[in-house]
């Protein structure tokens, strides 16, 4: 595949500054070729937490998948290779700041963090101000088919910019969550994934035919589980039905439920927010990924 950056050529984009909603835009717009028609005021705000990006590579790449210049927002340390990889999957609001603070986060754990805009063919999720109308126009006519290509396009991508795709995690929140666990069935390369309150069942349709709890014995490598006891959106029976299904079928997880967290804890932009799970769960995650051989 060819891998084509928006810069100077340069394998790794130098430092970029905080990235608000406009430049985001922006940034799709140049890198697809197209003019998005922004609506009302978007869903997401700006991250709360600010990592710096300082001794980091990071900014806005874009990944060739068969011909369609896919966006993604990348960091890693500056100036190093073979650098284990971690796939970043959003929620369903794409890649904005927060998504691309959590790739700065990782970078500064060593890691090679990719965050594709998975959704954009369908549209620009951050040009929504209403959920509901967001997920009926873009949200629910993603496949998951060209979502497990994509991801797979940015290994390829990795390969060629440093980093060591026999080192491979995954980890997504809410609708990335779900992503996670779909993943780490569907490519034998990942070595850990980390499913931040991912739905586990649902219908089956002709674009999601398959959910995590009946993928469970394709796993290809174990999952850490972070969900919320008051998300009313994943009942405490779906994650006991998918800890009976994993250990009926001999797979390796972990899942960690925080017994007052409601869905989106981690989101610290969001009034969802509780630090404390936010935080264990990220110390979980990095030490998940250490276990599972990563670093």
């Known amino acids: 595949m060819n891998h084509t950056l928006l810069t100077d050529g340069q394998a790794l984009l130098a430092p970029a500054t905080a990235w608000g909603q406009s430049s985001r835009r922006q940034w799709?717009?140049?890198a697809l070729g197209v003019g998005y028609a922004a609506s009302s005021f978007p869903v997401m705000a700006q991250t709360a937490i600010h990592t710096s990006g300082e001794g980091l590579a990071h900014?806005?790449?874009v990944i060739d998948v068969a011909g369609f210049k896919m966006p993604a927002y990348r960091s890693a340390p500056l100036g190093q290779s073979n650098l284990p990889v971690v796939l970043v999957v959003s929620e369903i609001f794409g890649v904005h700041e927060?998504?691309?603070?959590?790739?700065r986060r990782l970078a500064h754990q060593g890691f090679l963090a990719i965050a594709p805009e998975l959704m954009v063919r369908q549209g620009d999720a951050g040009s929504?101000?209403?959920i509901g109308k967001l997920i009926a126009e873009v949200v629910s006519k993603v496949p998951d088919a060209q979502v497990m290509n994509d991801l797979d396009a940015c290994l390829a991508?990795?390969?060629q910019h440093g980093g060591n795709i026999d080192q491979l995690g995954i980890t997504g929140f809410c609708w990335g969550g779900r992503i996670t666990w779909l993943y780490a069935a569907h490519q034998p390369k990942v070595k850990a994934g980390v499913a931040w309150y991912g739905r586990l069942v649902g219908p089956a349709s002709a674009l999601t035919?398959?959910?995590?709890?009946d993928l469970v014995a394709q796993l290809n490598a174990p999952v850490l589980g972070l969900y919320g006891g008051a998300d009313s959106g994943i009942p405490v029976d779906n994650i006991d039905n998918m800890k009976a299904a994993l250990t009926q079928a001999g797979k390796t997880a972990a899942f960690e439920v925080y017994?007052?967290?409601p869905h989106a804890f981690h989101a610290d932009y969001r009034p969802s927010y509780r630090e404390a799970a936010a935080k264990d769960g990220w110390a979980r995650m990095l030490a998940w990924f250490r276990q599972q051989g990563m670093v």
Not at 209 to 213: F, G, Q
């Open 157 to 159: 991508w990795a390969a």
């Open 259 to 261: 017994p007052e967290a």
């Open 98 to 103: 927060y998504i691309a603070d959590i790739t």
């Open 28 to 30: 799709l717009q140049t």
């Open 128 to 130: 929504y101000g209403e």
């Open 59 to 61: 900014g806005k790449v």
């Open 209 to 213: 035919p398959k959910h995590p709890l």
